[in-house]
Protein backbone atom coordinates (compact mmCIF):
# COMPACT_ATOMS: atom_id res chain seq x y z
CA UNK A 1 0.00 0.00 0.00
CA UNK A 2 0.70 3.55 -0.13
CA UNK A 3 0.04 6.36 1.59
CA UNK A 4 -0.30 9.72 0.69
CA UNK A 5 -0.59 12.33 2.97
CA UNK A 6 -1.87 16.24 1.89
CA UNK A 7 -2.36 19.24 3.58
CA UNK A 8 -4.85 21.88 2.16
CA UNK A 9 -4.02 25.19 2.81
CA UNK A 10 -7.40 27.66 3.09
CA UNK A 11 -6.43 31.33 2.53
CA UNK A 12 -9.26 34.35 4.14
CA UNK A 13 -11.01 34.14 0.73
CA UNK A 14 -11.88 30.64 1.33
CA UNK A 15 -9.75 28.97 -1.64
CA UNK A 16 -7.87 25.60 -0.68
CA UNK A 17 -4.51 24.88 -2.29
CA UNK A 18 -3.86 20.66 -1.82
CA UNK A 19 -0.04 20.21 -1.09
CA UNK A 20 1.26 16.71 -1.03
CA UNK A 21 3.37 16.42 2.28
CA UNK A 22 4.74 12.89 2.37
CA UNK A 23 4.17 8.93 0.71
CA UNK A 24 4.41 6.31 2.50
CA UNK A 25 4.91 2.88 0.53
CA UNK A 26 4.59 0.08 2.49
CA UNK A 27 4.63 -3.05 0.23
CA UNK A 28 6.18 -6.05 1.20
CA UNK A 29 5.52 -7.73 4.89
CA UNK A 30 9.09 -7.46 5.64
CA UNK A 31 8.58 -3.43 6.00
CA UNK A 32 8.86 -1.41 9.10
CA UNK A 33 5.20 -1.07 10.89
CA UNK A 34 3.50 1.61 11.18
CA UNK A 35 5.83 5.54 10.07
CA UNK A 36 9.39 5.71 11.30
CA UNK A 37 11.05 8.25 12.93
CA UNK A 38 13.13 9.62 9.73
CA UNK A 39 9.14 9.36 7.62
CA UNK A 40 7.62 11.24 10.88
CA UNK A 41 10.64 14.33 10.91
CA UNK A 42 9.96 14.35 6.71
CA UNK A 43 6.53 14.78 7.35
CA UNK A 44 6.21 17.55 9.75
CA UNK A 45 9.14 19.50 8.07
CA UNK A 46 7.01 19.51 5.06
CA UNK A 47 4.21 20.70 6.70
CA UNK A 48 6.06 23.34 8.89
CA UNK A 49 7.59 24.53 5.35
CA UNK A 50 3.92 24.85 4.02
CA UNK A 51 3.11 26.47 6.96
CA UNK A 52 5.79 28.87 7.80
CA UNK A 53 5.68 29.71 3.88
CA UNK A 54 2.20 30.74 4.48
CA UNK A 55 2.38 32.94 7.10
CA UNK A 56 4.90 35.02 5.96
CA UNK A 57 2.79 35.30 2.50
CA UNK A 58 0.06 36.68 4.96
CA UNK A 59 2.57 39.09 6.83
CA UNK A 60 3.86 40.27 3.27
CA UNK A 61 0.43 41.06 2.04
CA UNK A 62 -0.88 42.59 5.42
CA UNK A 63 2.13 44.96 4.50
CA UNK A 64 0.81 45.50 0.52
CA UNK A 65 -0.82 49.20 1.74
CA UNK A 66 -0.63 51.75 4.05
CA UNK A 67 -2.14 51.51 7.29
CA UNK A 68 -2.69 55.13 7.32
CA UNK A 69 -3.98 56.52 3.55
CA UNK A 70 -4.64 53.00 2.45
CA UNK A 71 -2.25 53.52 -0.51
CA UNK A 72 -0.35 50.38 -2.58
CA UNK A 73 3.24 50.61 -1.09
CA UNK A 74 5.92 49.66 -3.73
CA UNK A 75 8.10 46.68 -3.40
CA UNK A 76 11.66 47.20 -3.96
CA UNK A 77 12.60 43.83 -4.16
CA UNK A 78 12.84 40.35 -2.46
CA UNK A 79 15.71 38.40 -0.60
CA UNK A 80 15.69 35.15 0.99
CA UNK A 81 15.28 34.66 5.03
CA UNK A 82 15.85 31.31 6.69
CA UNK A 83 14.16 30.61 10.05
CA UNK A 84 15.36 27.61 12.01
CA UNK A 85 12.40 25.96 14.02
CA UNK A 86 11.93 23.13 15.96
CA UNK A 87 10.56 21.13 12.41
CA UNK A 88 13.31 22.14 10.87
CA UNK A 89 14.75 25.05 8.88
CA UNK A 90 12.49 27.19 6.29
CA UNK A 91 13.36 29.41 3.30
CA UNK A 92 10.92 32.04 2.61
CA UNK A 93 10.85 34.85 0.40
CA UNK A 94 10.66 38.53 2.07
CA UNK A 95 9.88 41.68 0.69
CA UNK A 96 11.64 45.06 1.32
CA UNK A 97 8.33 47.43 1.40
CA UNK A 98 8.78 51.26 0.12
CA UNK A 99 7.79 53.62 3.31
CA UNK A 100 4.64 55.47 2.14
CA UNK A 101 4.54 58.79 1.17
CA UNK A 102 2.39 59.98 4.23
CA UNK A 103 5.05 58.47 6.80
CA UNK A 104 7.32 61.15 5.37
CA UNK A 105 10.14 58.75 5.65
CA UNK A 106 13.16 59.46 3.23
CA UNK A 107 12.22 58.97 -0.50
CA UNK A 108 13.04 55.04 -1.27
CA UNK A 109 13.13 54.26 2.28
CA UNK A 110 11.95 50.91 2.98
CA UNK A 111 11.41 48.00 5.84
CA UNK A 112 10.84 44.36 6.06
CA UNK A 113 7.48 43.16 7.27
CA UNK A 114 8.85 39.95 8.02
CA UNK A 115 11.65 41.04 10.16
CA UNK A 116 9.32 43.33 11.89
CA UNK A 117 6.89 41.04 12.82
CA UNK A 118 9.85 37.88 13.12
CA UNK A 119 12.69 39.37 13.88
CA UNK A 120 14.96 36.16 15.33
CA UNK A 121 16.20 33.81 12.65
CA UNK A 122 15.36 30.98 15.55
CA UNK A 123 11.85 30.76 17.28
CA UNK A 124 11.47 31.20 20.40
CA UNK A 125 10.50 27.15 21.25
CA UNK A 126 14.08 26.22 19.35
CA UNK A 127 15.21 28.79 21.56
CA UNK A 128 14.04 27.44 24.34
CA UNK A 129 14.55 23.83 23.99
CA UNK A 130 18.41 23.63 23.10
CA UNK A 131 19.28 25.69 26.34
CA UNK A 132 16.69 23.76 28.31
CA UNK A 133 18.49 20.32 27.09
CA UNK A 134 21.76 21.93 26.81
CA UNK A 135 21.39 22.52 30.73
CA UNK A 136 21.13 19.27 31.51
CA UNK A 137 23.14 17.16 29.03
CA UNK A 138 27.09 18.63 27.16
CA UNK A 139 26.37 20.63 24.42
CA UNK A 140 27.61 17.21 21.86
CA UNK A 141 24.85 15.38 23.50
CA UNK A 142 21.88 17.56 23.77
CA UNK A 143 23.08 18.52 19.70
CA UNK A 144 22.83 14.77 18.69
CA UNK A 145 19.41 14.30 21.17
CA UNK A 146 17.59 17.10 19.58
CA UNK A 147 18.77 16.01 16.00
CA UNK A 148 17.81 12.34 16.05
CA UNK A 149 14.25 13.13 17.34
CA UNK A 150 13.47 16.52 15.42
CA UNK A 151 14.14 17.48 11.70
CA UNK A 152 17.25 19.88 13.24
CA UNK A 153 20.59 18.08 11.84
CA UNK A 154 20.57 21.31 9.48
CA UNK A 155 19.54 23.96 11.97
CA UNK A 156 21.18 23.40 15.16
CA UNK A 157 25.16 22.93 16.19
CA UNK A 158 27.09 22.14 19.03
CA UNK A 159 28.51 26.12 18.80
CA UNK A 160 25.44 27.58 18.00
CA UNK A 161 24.03 25.66 21.13
CA UNK A 162 26.74 26.86 23.42
CA UNK A 163 26.37 30.20 22.49
CA UNK A 164 22.32 30.28 22.82
CA UNK A 165 23.25 29.05 26.83
CA UNK A 166 25.64 32.19 27.26
CA UNK A 167 23.71 34.62 25.91
CA UNK A 168 20.19 33.05 27.73
CA UNK A 169 22.65 32.20 30.91
CA UNK A 170 24.05 36.55 30.51
CA UNK A 171 20.20 37.71 30.03
CA UNK A 172 19.30 35.76 33.51
CA UNK A 173 22.32 36.68 35.60
CA UNK A 174 21.39 40.57 34.49
CA UNK A 175 17.46 39.61 35.87
CA UNK A 176 18.99 38.29 39.64
CA UNK A 177 20.48 41.43 39.54
CA UNK A 178 18.11 44.03 38.38
CA UNK A 179 15.06 42.80 38.96
CA UNK A 180 15.49 40.56 41.93
CA UNK A 181 12.46 42.61 43.56
CA UNK A 182 10.41 42.86 40.55
CA UNK A 183 10.30 39.09 39.89
CA UNK A 184 9.28 37.82 43.23
CA UNK A 185 5.86 39.94 43.00
CA UNK A 186 5.55 38.33 39.03
CA UNK A 187 6.47 34.59 40.90
CA UNK A 188 4.21 32.12 42.09
CA UNK A 189 4.89 33.53 45.16
CA UNK A 190 1.92 35.76 45.49
CA UNK A 191 1.77 34.42 49.17
CA UNK A 192 4.83 32.85 49.83
CA UNK A 193 5.97 29.72 52.05
CA UNK A 194 7.77 30.73 55.34
CA UNK A 195 11.40 29.49 54.58
CA UNK A 196 12.00 26.25 56.41
CA UNK A 197 15.85 26.64 56.24
CA UNK A 198 18.31 27.68 53.87
CA UNK A 199 21.82 25.28 52.89
CA UNK A 200 24.83 26.55 51.62
CA UNK A 201 27.67 24.46 49.95
CA UNK A 202 30.50 24.25 47.19
CA UNK A 203 32.25 22.41 44.66
CA UNK A 204 35.36 22.20 42.76
CA UNK A 205 35.57 21.87 38.88
CA UNK A 206 38.60 21.52 36.55
CA UNK A 207 39.65 24.65 35.19
CA UNK A 208 39.78 24.43 31.52
CA UNK A 209 42.95 25.89 30.88
CA UNK A 210 45.27 24.12 33.23
CA UNK A 211 48.71 25.11 31.51
CA UNK A 212 48.19 28.70 32.68
CA UNK A 213 46.35 28.28 35.51
CA UNK A 214 48.01 25.62 36.79
CA UNK A 215 46.13 23.73 39.73
CA UNK A 216 43.19 26.24 39.57
CA UNK A 217 39.40 25.23 39.93
CA UNK A 218 36.40 26.79 39.63
CA UNK A 219 34.73 27.33 42.59
CA UNK A 220 31.12 26.72 42.94
CA UNK A 221 28.73 27.60 45.07
CA UNK A 222 25.05 26.14 45.51
CA UNK A 223 22.10 26.86 47.78
CA UNK A 224 18.65 25.27 48.84
CA UNK A 225 16.03 27.28 50.16
CA UNK A 226 13.32 24.78 51.50
CA UNK A 227 9.93 26.41 52.44
CA UNK A 228 7.94 25.09 54.98
CA UNK A 229 5.20 22.63 52.93
CA UNK A 230 7.88 21.18 50.74
CA UNK A 231 8.87 23.44 47.89
CA UNK A 232 12.41 24.46 47.30
CA UNK A 233 14.86 27.02 45.30
CA UNK A 234 17.89 26.72 44.19
CA UNK A 235 20.60 29.07 42.98
CA UNK A 236 24.20 28.45 42.07
CA UNK A 237 27.46 31.03 41.32
CA UNK A 238 30.73 30.82 40.44
CA UNK A 239 32.48 32.90 43.47
CA UNK A 240 34.40 35.22 40.66
CA UNK A 241 31.85 36.19 38.95
CA UNK A 242 29.67 37.73 41.26
CA UNK A 243 30.96 40.95 43.04
CA UNK A 244 29.98 39.95 46.55
CA UNK A 245 28.27 36.23 48.04
CA UNK A 246 26.34 38.08 50.27
CA UNK A 247 24.20 40.25 47.53
CA UNK A 248 23.65 37.16 45.85
CA UNK A 249 22.30 35.48 48.71
CA UNK A 250 19.70 38.35 49.33
CA UNK A 251 19.14 38.69 45.82
CA UNK A 252 17.93 35.30 46.40
CA UNK A 253 15.99 35.41 49.04
CA UNK A 254 14.17 38.76 47.23
CA UNK A 255 13.30 36.40 43.91
CA UNK A 256 12.03 33.49 46.01
CA UNK A 257 9.21 35.64 47.94
CA UNK A 258 11.33 35.59 51.35
CA UNK A 259 10.28 39.33 53.31
CA UNK A 260 13.25 41.51 54.27
CA UNK A 261 12.83 41.17 57.82
CA UNK A 262 12.05 36.82 57.48
CA UNK A 263 14.62 35.30 59.68
CA UNK A 264 16.51 33.02 57.75
CA UNK A 265 17.63 29.68 59.30
CA UNK A 266 21.20 28.39 57.59
CA UNK A 267 22.76 25.63 57.89
CA UNK A 268 26.28 25.67 58.77
CA UNK A 269 29.04 23.06 58.91
CA UNK A 270 31.06 25.52 61.02
CA UNK A 271 33.38 25.69 57.70
CA UNK A 272 35.48 28.72 56.80
CA UNK A 273 34.09 28.12 53.34
CA UNK A 274 30.41 28.80 54.55
CA UNK A 275 31.25 31.56 55.86
CA UNK A 276 32.29 32.86 52.27
CA UNK A 277 29.13 32.61 51.32
CA UNK A 278 26.68 34.19 53.96
CA UNK A 279 28.69 36.88 55.59
CA UNK A 280 27.86 40.19 54.88
CA UNK A 281 23.86 39.63 54.60
CA UNK A 282 21.88 42.40 55.65
CA UNK A 283 18.92 39.53 57.03
CA UNK A 284 18.36 38.43 59.94
CA UNK A 285 19.88 35.18 60.21
CA UNK A 286 20.00 32.04 62.41
CA UNK A 287 22.95 30.16 62.11
CA UNK A 288 22.13 26.15 63.02
CA UNK A 289 25.43 23.33 63.78
CA UNK A 290 24.45 20.78 60.78
CA UNK A 291 23.25 17.60 63.05
CA UNK A 292 25.01 15.41 60.39
CA UNK A 293 28.10 16.35 60.71
CA UNK A 294 27.53 16.49 64.81
CA UNK A 295 26.38 12.86 64.70
CA UNK A 296 29.47 11.74 62.37
CA UNK A 297 31.96 12.90 65.63
CA UNK A 298 29.44 11.14 67.83
CA UNK A 299 30.07 7.95 65.12
CA UNK A 300 33.93 8.11 65.44
CA UNK A 301 34.04 8.20 69.26
CA UNK A 302 31.49 5.11 69.35
CA UNK A 303 33.66 3.18 66.97
CA UNK A 304 36.72 3.83 69.42
CA UNK A 305 34.48 3.21 72.43
CA UNK A 306 33.34 0.16 70.99
CA UNK A 307 36.94 -1.50 71.49
CA UNK A 308 36.94 -0.41 75.16
CA UNK A 309 33.84 -2.04 77.10
CA UNK A 310 35.28 -2.09 80.64
CA UNK A 311 36.40 1.83 80.91
CA UNK A 312 34.41 4.11 83.35
CA UNK A 313 33.67 7.51 83.15
CA UNK A 314 34.65 9.94 86.26
CA UNK A 315 30.67 9.48 86.98
CA UNK A 316 30.92 5.78 87.44
CA UNK A 317 29.32 5.04 84.08
CA UNK A 318 30.29 2.53 81.08
CA UNK A 319 32.03 4.59 78.03
CA UNK A 320 29.85 4.03 76.01
CA UNK A 321 26.50 4.56 77.70
CA UNK A 322 27.81 8.01 78.61
CA UNK A 323 28.56 9.10 74.75
CA UNK A 324 24.91 7.88 74.31
CA UNK A 325 24.36 9.75 77.00
CA UNK A 326 25.93 13.29 75.87
CA UNK A 327 24.52 12.33 72.10
CA UNK A 328 21.21 12.44 74.00
CA UNK A 329 21.68 16.12 75.37
CA UNK A 330 23.37 17.49 72.44
CA UNK A 331 20.05 16.15 70.42
CA UNK A 332 17.65 17.41 72.84
CA UNK A 333 19.32 20.93 72.94
CA UNK A 334 21.17 20.75 76.28
CA UNK A 335 24.49 20.83 74.81
CA UNK A 336 26.35 22.93 77.22
CA UNK A 337 26.27 20.06 79.95
CA UNK A 338 27.21 17.25 77.16
CA UNK A 339 29.87 19.33 76.65
CA UNK A 340 30.91 20.14 80.33
CA UNK A 341 30.54 15.85 80.52
CA UNK A 342 32.59 15.36 76.66
CA UNK A 343 35.39 17.74 78.99
CA UNK A 344 35.38 15.64 82.07
CA UNK A 345 35.76 12.21 80.20
CA UNK A 346 38.72 13.80 77.88
CA UNK A 347 40.50 15.14 80.70
CA UNK A 348 40.28 11.97 82.77
CA UNK A 349 42.59 11.05 79.93
CA UNK A 350 45.42 13.06 81.21
CA UNK A 351 47.66 15.21 79.39
CA UNK A 352 49.06 12.96 77.27
CA UNK A 353 47.07 9.35 77.11
CA UNK A 354 48.25 5.66 77.07
CA UNK A 355 49.15 4.83 73.46
CA UNK A 356 45.81 2.39 73.49
CA UNK A 357 43.39 5.46 74.18
CA UNK A 358 44.87 7.74 71.72
CA UNK A 359 42.22 7.31 69.20
CA UNK A 360 39.65 7.62 71.38
CA UNK A 361 40.92 10.62 73.12
CA UNK A 362 41.75 12.88 69.93
CA UNK A 363 38.07 11.79 69.11
CA UNK A 364 36.77 13.15 72.37
CA UNK A 365 38.84 16.22 71.65
CA UNK A 366 37.61 16.95 68.21
CA UNK A 367 34.37 16.80 69.09
CA UNK A 368 34.23 18.67 72.34
CA UNK A 369 36.03 21.74 70.58
CA UNK A 370 33.74 21.57 67.86
CA UNK A 371 30.82 21.63 70.06
CA UNK A 372 32.23 24.03 72.43
CA UNK A 373 33.36 26.71 69.55
CA UNK A 374 29.86 26.45 67.45
CA UNK A 375 27.85 26.47 70.61
CA UNK A 376 25.83 29.71 69.53
CA UNK A 377 24.85 27.62 66.88
CA UNK A 378 23.23 24.13 68.85
CA UNK A 379 19.52 23.73 68.95
CA UNK A 380 16.93 21.39 70.19
CA UNK A 381 17.28 19.19 66.72
CA UNK A 382 14.75 17.09 68.35
CA UNK A 383 12.28 19.08 68.43
CA UNK A 384 12.60 20.75 65.19
CA UNK A 385 12.84 17.15 63.86
CA UNK A 386 9.67 16.68 65.30
CA UNK A 387 8.25 19.69 63.88
CA UNK A 388 9.29 18.37 60.32
CA UNK A 389 11.99 21.00 60.26
CA UNK A 390 15.21 19.83 58.03
CA UNK A 391 18.39 19.50 61.04
CA UNK A 392 21.07 18.76 58.73
CA UNK A 393 23.09 20.48 55.38
CA UNK A 394 22.44 17.57 53.59
CA UNK A 395 20.15 19.36 51.83
CA UNK A 396 23.29 21.92 50.30
CA UNK A 397 24.67 18.91 49.63
CA UNK A 398 21.88 17.75 47.76
CA UNK A 399 21.59 20.89 45.91
CA UNK A 400 25.55 21.21 45.01
CA UNK A 401 25.00 17.80 43.59
CA UNK A 402 21.71 18.48 41.44
CA UNK A 403 23.13 21.61 40.05
CA UNK A 404 27.11 20.39 39.49
CA UNK A 405 27.20 16.46 39.61
CA UNK A 406 25.14 15.35 36.32
CA UNK A 407 26.10 18.42 34.35
CA UNK A 408 29.31 19.71 35.27
CA UNK A 409 31.36 16.60 37.34
CA UNK A 410 34.43 15.86 37.28
CA UNK A 411 33.90 12.69 36.48
CA UNK A 412 33.01 13.19 33.11
CA UNK A 413 36.25 15.00 32.35
CA UNK A 414 34.31 18.70 31.79
CA UNK A 415 36.65 21.35 32.49
CA UNK A 416 35.17 24.66 32.73
CA UNK A 417 35.97 28.38 32.60
CA UNK A 418 35.12 30.37 35.24
CA UNK A 419 32.08 32.37 33.16
CA UNK A 420 31.32 29.14 31.01
CA UNK A 421 30.10 27.10 34.50
CA UNK A 422 28.30 30.27 36.19
CA UNK A 423 26.42 30.89 33.13
CA UNK A 424 25.61 27.49 32.51
CA UNK A 425 24.95 26.94 36.21
CA UNK A 426 22.33 30.14 35.53
CA UNK A 427 20.70 28.42 32.88
CA UNK A 428 20.47 25.74 35.18
CA UNK A 429 19.35 26.57 38.07
CA UNK A 430 16.30 28.39 36.25
CA UNK A 431 15.21 25.35 34.79
CA UNK A 432 15.33 23.00 38.14
CA UNK A 433 13.21 25.98 39.72
CA UNK A 434 10.88 25.30 36.69
CA UNK A 435 11.11 28.92 35.66
CA UNK A 436 12.39 28.44 32.59
CA UNK A 437 9.43 28.79 30.00
CA UNK A 438 9.36 29.08 25.71
CA UNK A 439 7.70 32.24 26.04
CA UNK A 440 10.47 33.90 27.94
CA UNK A 441 12.38 33.71 24.70
CA UNK A 442 9.76 35.86 22.65
CA UNK A 443 12.19 38.46 22.81
CA UNK A 444 15.05 38.35 20.72
CA UNK A 445 18.14 37.77 22.90
CA UNK A 446 21.50 39.62 22.73
CA UNK A 447 24.22 39.74 24.88
CA UNK A 448 23.11 42.15 27.62
CA UNK A 449 25.24 45.22 27.90
CA UNK A 450 23.40 48.60 28.46
CA UNK A 451 21.78 48.65 32.32
CA UNK A 452 18.43 49.79 30.80
CA UNK A 453 17.99 48.64 27.65
CA UNK A 454 13.93 48.55 26.96
CA UNK A 455 14.61 45.51 24.92
CA UNK A 456 16.00 43.50 27.76
CA UNK A 457 13.38 45.17 30.27
CA UNK A 458 10.67 43.79 28.25
CA UNK A 459 12.38 40.12 28.14
CA UNK A 460 12.91 40.32 31.77
CA UNK A 461 9.36 40.88 32.25
CA UNK A 462 8.49 38.06 30.20
CA UNK A 463 10.92 35.70 32.00
CA UNK A 464 9.08 36.77 35.25
CA UNK A 465 5.53 36.25 34.17
ZN1 LIG B 1 0.12 56.26 3.65
Known sequence: ?????????????????????????????????????????????????????????????????????????????????????VFGLVKVQSPRVRHCRCSGKATGASFSPLTQVVPTSMTP?????????????????????????????????????????????????????????????????????????????????????????????????????????????????????????????????????????????????GAAEFEKAVNGTSRPICRILDWFHIAMKFRAIEQTASKHPNLLTPNGRGL???????????????????????KRVYDAFGVIPQDQFWTLWWNLGRLFWYLRSNDWYLVNYARRHHKGLPISSAIAEAAVNEVVSWRMAKKRQMRWSDEGAHLLAQVRVHDLNGDLHPRAFAVPLRPPKPLHDPMEDAYLMRMAA
Not at 329 to 340: E, I, N, P, Y
Request: proline share 3%; with cysteine.
Open 320 to 342: CEEIASCKWLVWHGKASTAVARL
Open 125 to 269: ELEYLQVKWAAHLSYAAATALLSEVLPVADTISVSGMKRRVRVVGAALEQAVGQHACATADLLQFKEPAPLAALAVDSAWLRHCDPPRHQGRHVNLVAGRACFEGGKSRLYAYVHNQVPSAATRLDQFLTASGVGKDERVTIFTD
Open 1 to 85: MRMMIEAHLVDDEGCTERVQLSAIDRESTTDPLGMSLAEGKALLAAAQHHLVNGQCQGIASAHAHCEHCGARLGVKGWHQRQIRT
